[in-house]
């Protein structure tokens, strides 16, 4: 069975302070690797997606890396307004089945 | 060009009732696919529908709740005599791609309370 597992649960970071959050995962075989972001009462936006060890994605203050076992979502320099919880999700390469699993997500919290 | 569709955005059934929940996918998107999301838990997969064809409902349960995605219209989730632990948000989500690497874009979610 695929498994996400995402840390810390929570962050609370000042604005301007780096960090990076982890996302491991165990699937059977990868097709793809995604982030998305959520806050509270809305549904998940994309963010990106990761297809291979050592990939790497950037938008903005966020970048995403991967490797054949996790994958990591730098934050450099936060803004308050990256306060959100980022949701990390596999979508396993077992043919026609295109569901995706999703780790519990991390709450991001960037003080002013 | 509009997301993905969802209504209502909230609904309160007592005990009992029945529930639909709809989703209109993105334009040029004919995949659907809905998730629960329960109180501190992760988006769980329920099912996986294209149009007039129901490809994975293993994570659907196998009483109560039905899915579709008609022809026409849009693609409902039907919960027949909700129950407390029912309570939670459902998300639709749609793609335009299948059996490759594709995105799967989300709706703003339905919050189904049951008193």
């Known amino acids: 069975e695929d498994q996400v597992t995402q840390s810390p649960e929570a962050l609370r970071l000042q604005e301007g302070e780096s960090s990076s959050l982890n996302c491991s995962y165990t699937v059977s075989g990868l097709r793809g690797l995604f982030w998305y972001r959520q806050d509270p009462g809305k549904g998940p936006e994309f963010l990106f997606t990761?297809?291979?060890a050592g990939e790497e994605k950037e938008k903005e203050r966020l970048k995403a890396t991967l490797t054949k076992k996790e994958s990591f979502l730098h934050i450099t320099a936060p803004k308050p307004e990256d306060s959100a919880t980022y949701l990390c999700a596999v979508q396993a390469d077992t043919g026609a089945n295109s569901k995706l699993t999703f780790g519990k997500g991390i709450t991001l919290s960037v003080r002013p | 060009n509009a997301g993905v569709m969802q209504n209502p955005r909230h609904l309160v059934r007592r005990r009992g009732q029945e529930a639909r929940l709809r989703c209109s996918p993105m334009?040029?998107?004919?995949?659907v696919y809905w998730y629960r999301q329960l109180p501190e838990e992760g988006l769980k997969f329920m099912v996986y529908l294209q149009k007039e064809n129901i490809i994975d409902e293993s994570g659907m349960p196998k009483e109560r709740f039905s899915a579709e995605f008609p022809k026409e219209g849009p693609s409902i989730l039907r919960i027949q005599q909700v129950v407390r632990g029912d309570s939670a948000a459902y998300f639709c989500?749609?793609?335009?791609?299948?059996?490759?690497?594709?995105?799967?874009?989300f709706g703003p979610g339905t919050r189904l309370t049951v008193l």
């Open positions: 990761l297809y291979s």
């Open positions: 989500a749609s793609s335009p791609l299948a059996g490759v690497v594709g995105e799967q874009f």
């Open positions: 334009k040029g998107h004919s995949h």
